[in-house]
């Protein structure tokens, strides 16, 4: 009993002070989160500076959002390093039209506009021994957190994130679509020189979204039957389980989509040789190199099925059903195979 009254003043100036210790680490935890966000609620397209504080942070603590420091100049970055100024590297300066003035992309392309801040301010008073402390046991916490907003995510844009395209198909979500499905609109309001392009742009996208065959080039995008065959292939089966899910197996398909080479140049010759003559003749290919491609698909599951055939009539008994399957399904597939050969065969030189 004296031990325990000797220690006991002790022990209890030790636990109150992990109290306080955890009561600040707790609120500074809380100030960093409410700092980060004040900055969050009030980017672009949103109002959140006119909602309430959030219910666990005191009506004397302030919370607010501010703009955040400029990000450097690119351009004072790039003009430190002459090996930087070479037209190689750098390119020729962007103008608009005829009048030759320098075009400036105005609005969301500005980095130093997408820098937001949070500000937070926040006192407490220790729990225990404020009594011994000179400032009565009172802290304070005044947090800043910068972010930027990353506006060129899919969600961000409005853009489609679905976890399977049209044709079932997965693995086509999210930032890794290849290709928009609609344009990036420019105002034109900035570019008064070449608001003719534009306008025939935008009757160009018009034209290409409101084609009543564009259903036909569904096989270019990951065609769903390279899926299924693949994905019963990987299972080694000819009739794939009800249980699978598509995210079970990933399966690759291929995409046939002409791209066009990656190159930004303003003189309309060099465009020509290194962009739009290498896509044309990646769009008069095309014919030939999607039958060599369905040639392969159909050639290889024949020979797949033809081999599990054969393993199934050395079983005894035979399963005759499924044999039966097996080989109609070979038919079925060596029909297909027969006639993209055949389209193959008719296909001028340049086309294949």
Known sequence: ????????????????LMINFGNIAAWKVRAQGNTRYAAWRTLD??????DPHPPNWPRNATLATSGGNALDDPNAIWNGHP??????VRGPLLTAGQGGGRIVVPGRFHMDARVHAGDAHVERNLPLLRGILRN?????????QELLDDRWEYRHLNWPANSFDRNDVPGDWGNSRRRAKR?????????????????QFAQADARLKGNPTKFALDPLDRDNEFYWIRLRARLGTLIIPPSTT???????????????????????????????????????????TMGRAFAGLYSGEIARLKALKQALEAQMPPPAAEIQAIQAEIDRLQGLLDQVNAFLGSLPRQNR
């Open 83 to 88: 090996a930087l100024l070479t037209p190689a």
């Open 136 to 144: 009565n046991g009172r802290y304070a916490f005044t947090l800043h």
């Open 1 to 16: 009993m004296l031990e325990l009254v000797l220690y006991l003043p002790i022990m209890l100036f030790v636990m109150a």
């Open 45 to 50: 397209d949103r109002t959140g500076q006119n």
């Open 183 to 199: 344009w990036w609109r420019i105002d034109p309001q900035f570019f008064g020189e070449i608001q003719g392009e534009l306008q």
């Open 246 to 288: 598509p995210e079970d197996f990933r399966v690759t398909v291929p995409d046939f989509h002409p791209r066009a080479p990656v190159r930004c140049d303003m003189d309309r010759d060099r465009v020509k040789v290194t962009i739009v003559d290498p896509l044309v003749r990646q769009i008069e290919r095309l014919p030939g």
